[in-house]
């Protein structure tokens, strides 16, 4: 989809009744928004209403707006001109189909006509996993990875929208920076729901729910650069050890020192 | 000739029928005074529930041995008079289909297919004149699936309807709603012609089932049922 998009998010209520932490959220293509709080804070109602394209019949009653008006009624009930894509938290997919058959039939409510699009999909959600997708695999036998992976890829070239809504993508087995690296290429607007830190701090903008509702919105301002650089560290070591116990090894107590995190990047983090 | 909305909601079980017809009641136009009539086999408790909760006059039926949409056309003439008497002026009744082959649907009636977005992506298919004589069909439960799942979904129901109405919703929070009450709002009252059933219902021995669509006991034969009378009963040969 070439055409941009401005989306708006206008406050709505919390839990308790109160007014939202914000007046209106601007959203513009290229920006990218994490979405952060305790467990039942409303995270996931949040990108629900944007999905959704609430207009004030959600509890929240948030409304949200596409360049400062309320959508065409199409946007919202017909995928080929719903302007979101969204991954959610699941892990499973329900549909008694194979690969290659769910995707056509998505193919078909996105973008009717572009078959050729189905390999592109393929080849893009096999670079996410490591346990290679086959268009004969069936939906409902698809690993937790492969499911999240699969769908990462189908937002991305079969769904191909300006705004991209994304649920804790974190937790499933995948190549989580190959993913982000996909998600920035395309001037998309990414708005992720994340218990991730470093997910959290490197979006631009992030949004603190609490009680249901939004409690503040931080705008990075480059102080926490050196933070985010640390955390890409710890990750990577994270992420070797991570691979290393898969392969089976066992750590003897030198080589646990792998573990500790060197002195110049634990004493910047100490004075966050 | 009477003022009344009739609205017709069918849809295998656990599907969220109840739950749809919960937002619907709490989210009628103003001035819409509604009647419930649940129509169960042999277990319902939604008629009690809804009468508490909205305050509003229901009445249940079991159809026993007889198939539940069988015993909706033969009530739906006295059903529609009771809601009359009591000065209702929309009567929303509440099918639990079984084998998914009959269309409760009959001519002035909203008909609506509650199905939910869990059930399998071939099962439309397999309801196809349940949802194929619906005017919408409302599919429950997106909250449980993925986006993506939801519109491969929303295909299907497409490959047996391509013209419905389609509306998703997570009918617990009310989500997507609006679509439905705009088209029940705007929905016509009953007409002065004889109510018949849309569709011919699979073939059998009684005359409901030889395709005989007009609605209310006095018109059939085999096991029949006025809604006041406690058991079935034989007429004919």
């Known amino acids: 989809m070439t055409e941009q998009f401005t989306l708006t998010i206008q406050s709505g209520k919390n839990r308790l009744g109160e007014q939202e932490g914000f007046e209106s959220i601007e959203i513009r293509p290229g920006d990218t928004l994490s979405i952060v709080g305790p467990t039942g804070s409303g995270k996931t109602a949040l990108i629900n209403d944007i999905e959704t394209l609430a207009q004030g019949d959600t509890v929240t009653g948030r409304r949200i707006l596409i360049n400062g008006e309320e959508p065409p009624e199409s946007f919202v009930r017909e995928p080929t001109f719903k302007p979101i894509a969204m991954i959610t938290q699941n892990t499973r997919c329900l549909a008694d189909l194979s690969v290659e058959e769910f995707l056509l039939m998505h193919i078909r409510a996105r973008k009717p006509g572009r078959e050729d699009l189905l390999e592109e999909t393929m080849t893009l959600a096999n670079t996410f996993t490591g346990e290679a997708i086959s268009l004969k695999s069936r939906m409902s036998g698809l690993s937790g990875g492969q499911t999240r992976s699969l769908m990462i890829a189908d937002a991305l070239v079969i769904g191909d929208t300006p705004i991209l809504l994304l649920d804790e993508i974190e937790n499933a087995g995948i190549f989580k920076n190959r993913v982000i690296q996909s998600l920035q290429r395309g001037n998309k607007a990414v708005i992720l729901v994340t218990h991730d830190p470093y997910l959290a701090l490197m979006a631009d903008r992030r949004i603190v729910m609490k009680y249901g509702g939004v409690a503040s919105v931080i705008e990075s301002n480059g102080e926490e650069q050196y933070l985010i650089e640390d955390l890409a560290l710890i990750e990577d070591r994270l992420h070797q050890i991570r691979e290393k116990l898969r392969q089976g090894a066992a750590f003897s107590s030198v080589s646990s020192k792998v573990l500790i995190t060197p002195v110049k990047q634990s004493l910047q983090l100490n004075r966050v | ?237």
């Open chain 2, 1 to 237: 000739m009477i003022k009344m909305k009739l609205l017709i909601i069918a849809g295998p079980p656990s599907g969220g029928k109840t739950a749809v017809i919960r937002q619907v009641i709490k989210n009628l136009p103003e001035g819409s005074l509604p009647a419930f009539l649940k129509i169960d086999v042999v277990h319902a408790t939604e008629d009690q529930e809804l009468a508490e909760e909205f305050d509003i006059p229901v009445k249940k039926i079991y159809s026993g041995d007889v198939c539940p949409d069988h015993m909706g056309i033969l009530v739906l003439d006295d059903a529609l008079r009771w809601a009359e008497s009591l000065s209702r002026n929309i009567l929303i009744i509440e099918s639990a289909g079984l084998c998914l082959r009959c269309t409760p649907y009959t001519t002035y009636s909203l008909g609506i297919a509650v199905v939910s977005a869990i059930s399998g992506t071939n099962s439309p298919l397999k309801m196809a004149p349940l949802l194929a004589l619906a005017d919408v069909a409302v599919v429950t439960k997106t909250d449980l699936v993925s986006q993506a799942e939801k519109e491969v979904f929303r295909e299907s129901i497409r490959k047996v309807v391509s013209n419905i109405d389609i509306v998703e919703t997570n009918a617990i929070q009310g989500t997507g709603l609006r679509y439905l009450m705009r088209r029940i709002a705007d929905h016509p009252d009953i007409g002065s012609d004889p109510i018949v059933l849309r569709g011919a219902p699979p073939l059998g021995v009684c005359t409901v089932c030889i395709g005989k669509k007009e609605v209310g006991w006095k018109n059939h034969f085999g096991v029949i049922r006025p809604l006041d009378m406690p058991e079935p009963l034989y007429r004919g040969d």
